[in-house]
Structures are given as structure tokens and as C-alpha cells.
């Protein structure tokens, strides 16, 4: 950890703070990811995990803090900003969020239509859609809809669909939630390779042990709106902390 | 005291609905002239909206126009005036029922639709991820089916009344032997330029409530299946009871420049 700490990190976020009435969800959260690494942050449902994610994207407005991502301040950011920003920022949601009105083809259009522009060499929509597609082992189902897909599919279309524009940073909600371990392997696997494969910086939300194992080069532990305890998975399961120790023994 | 408490909360949460929607129209406004304009969304919407809704327009007004000419012409038989039922008839279908009711069938037709597809999306996040994908998901969901039904609704009225009118002839000549000719000789002669256009700027606002209620109450549902429902639900009551305002807003502002 110790070295990264003159490096400057590509998403950073300073006490977050975020409430809904009465309800204080963020107390002060902060949080660093750095290039070419993959956070995981881990908390009990309703810990706030997505409330912070979706502050992450500009889908919600914190109270107060400050959310810096490639140098650039989020909230004070205006809104055609904040779009060419978002292309360089790819989300896994938790339900997928595929168009069901679409195809899959359609689906994975759709970032492209205002932001051709963002891809370094671009060939042709055809081209993109269809490279994004084989990159989750896809290919195959273009022409279909996506309640035609398993949920193992639509959450690897989603993939696609997040990668399409070629962002630098992933955050994922929730990957392997209501997948059989079986999928949920494959889709852990496959967001190892994407890492791989572009280099991305990935922030992943999840209460899935496993997925944190195999994929985290560090932690953060939420717990009531702060960063509890933060390390990497064999320092964070090692630890005599009773929270700490209640993920880990799940 | 607490119904009284019921009471004021219910009409202020009313009131501030009127606020957030007034803003909503308002953010409208301020989209549906700024580029991109996203004109391949609104020629699905206008074939979604028009083209799904003719069977059901064409029925209602088919219906409407047999059966407003059955009810009336006993009545005109007692006093011998007949003779009037194609300019009676032309009259209160063009001006008010046909406008009115077609609108009504659109409200439960396409406001609810609107309402529950833009519900369930928000509710799956497809509109948070439209929103994150760089895409403005108002100008792409809300300004194309607002637009859509603001040009739709006006020629289905139209439409629906030519086919009131169709089943008004039909009943005449079966039952009076006036044939479609005379009879819409009568309707053409009855007819003014005032009848037609006050009716066809009223369908053209029936048409934005439509879509802007609608798209309000589908753009804010709130989380669940039971808030796309509500969603969906609420969107026709808003919109039944809009309609009549401005209906009578419509009548009124009529009166005042083409002395009905």
C-alpha cells in the first residue's frame, strides 16, 4: 500500500456524506481506487454500498464530500460534462438494466450512438458491437431479445454493453448476485480477463466472499455510512475484529 | 384532528405534485428545442401510439356515431326535426364527444402504457443506465413520447370522428333511407371552419397531457412493482381529470373568440 501512496488514484472520494430523511446511509465515507486495480468494497445489505456506487456515476447527489474521478470534480460538474465523463466510466448493475424493449444488438448501439467519437480506431458500430460481444462469449446472440437470455447471459450482455466505449474504470453492483455459483464463477472469471485484457480499474460492490477472493487486490468494509476496516482479503479474513470476522464467516 | 391532518397532507402532497409536474413540463420545454434530437425514437413512438391505437379509436368512434344516431332520432321524430340529425349529429361529435371520448379511450390507451413502461424501466434501472451510458434518457424516453402523442392525437381524433360520422350515415340510411350523399351534404354544410379548429387545438393539448402525464408518472415511479401500478393508475386519473379542465378551458376560450 505504501507505494501507491505518492500515485495519484484515477477515482477518489472524500467524506462522502449522504442521508434520506432521518436515515444517515454515508457518515464520511472515503475511498481511493488506483489504476489497473480492483477494489472491493464489502458491506451488509442496506450498508449504503450502491447509495456510494450511485454517487460514484452522478445518479444520486451526496450531501457533501467530494467525488473526484480522472482529476475532475463530479458534483460541480455540468451535465454534457458529466456525460463525456460517464463514457469513460462502464457500470454493471445489480439487475443488469439490459433495454427489454431492445435487442441485444440494440442494447449494445445505444452508448454508441452520442460517443462514436470516444473509441481510439473506430471501425464501425458492426464491428464494436460484435468485439464486445465475443469478449463475453456472445456472439451468438445478437439478433436476440434479452428475455430470451438466462440470467447468466443478460448479466454477461451487460458486460458487453459496459465495455462498448472502452472505459478506463468498471464498477460493478452487485456482479454474481442471484446467479448459481456455477455462472457466478464465470462471470467472476470474465471480469478477471477484462481487467486483463484493458487494463481497467474495477470498483467492485459485493457480499460475495468469493468473488472477493478471487478478484480483490484490496478491501474497504462498510459499516454504518464509514470505512470500517480496509486491507486485503487475507488481512481483512485474518483479522480477530468481530464485525470484521462476521463477512468472513458467512 | 387527524382526518384534518389527513386531509392537509393529501392536498399539500396534491399541490406539490402540480409543482413537480409544472417543473417537468417546464424541463420538457426547455429539451424538445436543444440538439440531439432523436427523430428515429419519435417516428417509433408516433407508429407505436397512432398506428396500435387506430382498431380501437376506429370501434369507439363506429359505436359512438351509431349509437349517439339511434338515441337522438326518437326524440327529433316527436318534433319532426329529422331533418337536423346530420348537422346535430356532425356538431356535437366534432366540437365536443368525439374529441372528449377518443381522448379518454388515449388516456387509458396510451397514458397508462406510458406510464407503466417508463415505470418498470426506472424501477429495473434501464433509465439509470441510459443516464450512465452518456445518453440524456429525458430527451430520449420522455421529450420523443411527449412530442409523439402531441402529433397523434389530433389526427386520431380526426380520424375517429370521420368514423363516428360513418356510423351515424350508416344508422340514417338504414333507418331514415337518406343516402350517404345527402347525408354528407348535410354534415359538409353544417360544418364551419370554427368547429373544426378549436376542436383540433383542443386534441393537440388532449394529446400533450397525455404524453406529459404520463411520462411523469412513469419517469418518477417509485421503487416496486405495486409503484409501477400506482404509476400506471394514477397517470389516467391525472390525465381524465386534466382533460376536462381543459375542456372546459377550451369551451370557454371558444366562446370568447367564436361566439358558440
Given at each position: 500500500m505504501t507505494s501507491k501512496k505518492n500515485i495519484k488514484p484515477v477515482l477518489e472520494l472524500k467524506n462522502l456524506k449522504k442521508s434520506f430523511g432521518d436515515n444517515h446511509v454515508l457518515k464520511g465515507f472515503n475511498l481511493k481506487l488506483f489504476e489497473g486495480e480492483n477494489l472491493v468494497i464489502m458491506g451488509k445489505s442496506?450498508?449504503?454500498?450502491?447509495?456510494?456506487?450511485?454517487?460514484?456515476?452522478?445518479?444520486?447527489?451526496?450531501?457533501?464530500?467530494?467525488?473526484?474521478?480522472?482529476?475532475?470534480?463530479?458534483?460541480?460538474?455540468?451535465?454534457?460534462?458529466?456525460?463525456?465523463?460517464?463514457?469513460?466510466?462502464?457500470?454493471?448493475?445489480?439487475?443488469?438494466?439490459?433495454?427489454?424493449?431492445m435487442t441485444v444488438r440494440e442494447n449494445l448501439e445505444f452508448p454508441l450512438r452520442r460517443h462514436k467519437d470516444k473509441i481510439e480506431n473506430f471501425q464501425s458500430t458492426e464491428f464494436s458491437v460484435k468485439e464486445a460481444l465475443e469478449n463475453v462469449g456472445l456472439a451468438h446472440t445478437i439478433d436476440l431479445m434479452p428475455a430470451e437470455l438466462s440470467g447468466g447471459m443478460q448479466r454477461r450482455v451487460a458486460m458487453a454493453r459496459a465495455l462498448i466505449l472502452k472505459p478506463k474504470i468498471i464498477m460493478y453492483d452487485e456482479p454474481t448476485t442471484g446467479l448459481d455459483p456455477i455462472t457466478a464463477k464465470e462471470i467472476i472469471q470474465l471480469m478477471r480477463t477484462?481487467?486483463?485484457k484493458y487494463n481497467t480499474s474495477s470498483l467492485i460492490i459485493t457480499h460475495d466472499v468469493d468473488c472477493a477472493r478471487v478478484i480483490s487486490n484490496r478491501?474497504?468494509?462498510?459499516?454504518?455510512?464509514?470505512?470500517?476496516?480496509?486491507?486485503?482479503?487475507?488481512?481483512l479474513s485474518n483479522s480477530k475484529d468481530e464485525q470484521v470476522q462476521a463477512f468472513f464467516k458467512s | 384532528m387527524n382526518n384534518e391532518n389527513a386531509i392537509l397532507s393529501n392536498t399539500k402532497s396534491f399541490f406539490a405534485e402540480i409543482g413537480d409536474m409544472t417543473f417537468f413540463a417546464g424541463r420538457f420545454f426547455r429539451e424538445v428545442f436543444s440538439p440531439p434530437f432523436e427523430f428515429k425514437e419519435l417516428v417509433r413512438q408516433c407508429y407505436n401510439m397512432g398506428n396500435r391505437s387506430l382498431l380501437l379509436v376506429s370501434v369507439t368512434g363506429f359505436i359512438l356515431g351509431l349509437v349517439f344516431t339511434l338515441q337522438s332520432r326518437p326524440t327529433l321524430m316527436q318534433f319532426g326535426a329529422q331533418s337536423w340529425m346530420a348537422s346535430m349529429v356532425s356538431l356535437s361529435i366534432v366540437r365536443e364527444i368525439g374529441p372528449v371520448i377518443i381522448a379518454l379511450i388515449c388516456a387509458g390507451r396510451i397514458g397508462s402504457g406510458i406510464g407503466a413502461e417508463l415505470g418498470s424501466m426506472r424501477v429495473t434501472e434501464q433509465i439509470d443506465a441510459m443516464e450512465v451510458s452518456g445518453t440524456n434518457p429525458f430527451k430520449y424516453l420522455v421529450v420523443t413520447r411527449v412530442v409523439a402523442t402531441t402529433l397523434m392525437l389530433p389526427l386520431l381524433i380526426i380520424m375517429g370522428d370521420a368514423i363516428a360520422l360513418l356510423g351515424s350515415a350508416i344508422v340514417e340510411n338504414l333507418k331514415g333511407d337518406v343516402s350517404f350523399l345527402l347525408y354528407f351534404n348535410q354534415v359538409?354544410?353544417?360544418?364551419?371552419?370554427?368547429?373544426?379548429?378549436?376542436?383540433?387545438?383542443?386534441?393537440?393539448?388532449?394529446?400533450?397531457?397525455?404524453?406529459?402525464?404520463?411520462?411523469?408518472?412513469?419517469y418518477n415511479c417509485a421503487k416496486g412493482t405495486v409503484g409501477v401500478g400506482e404509476a400506471s393508475n394514477s397517470a389516467v386519473v391525472y390525465i381524465s381529470m386534466l382533460l376536462f379542465i381543459i375542456d372546459f378551458i377550451a369551451v370557454f376560450v371558444t366562446d370568447i373568440f367564436f361566439d358558440i
Open positions: 442496506g450498508s449504503g454500498k450502491s447509495v456510494m456506487v450511485k454517487c460514484l456515476v452522478g445518479l444520486i447527489q451526496p450531501d457533501s464530500g467530494s467525488i473526484r474521478i480522472k482529476d475532475q470534480d463530479i458534483i460541480t460538474m455540468g451535465q454534457t460534462e458529466l456525460d463525456l465523463l460517464r463514457t469513460e466510466i462502464g457500470f454493471l448493475f445489480q439487475g443488469s438494466a439490459l433495454y427489454d424493449s477484462i481487467q486483463k478491501m474497504i468494509l462498510l459499516v454504518d455510512g464509514i470505512n470500517y476496516a480496509e486491507g486485503t482479503f487475507e488481512e | 359538409f354544410d353544417a360544418l364551419q371552419f370554427s368547429d373544426l379548429l378549436p376542436a383540433t387545438v383542443k386534441s393537440v393539448f388532449f394529446g400533450f397531457a397525455i404524453g406529459l402525464v404520463g411520462c411523469y408518472k412513469g
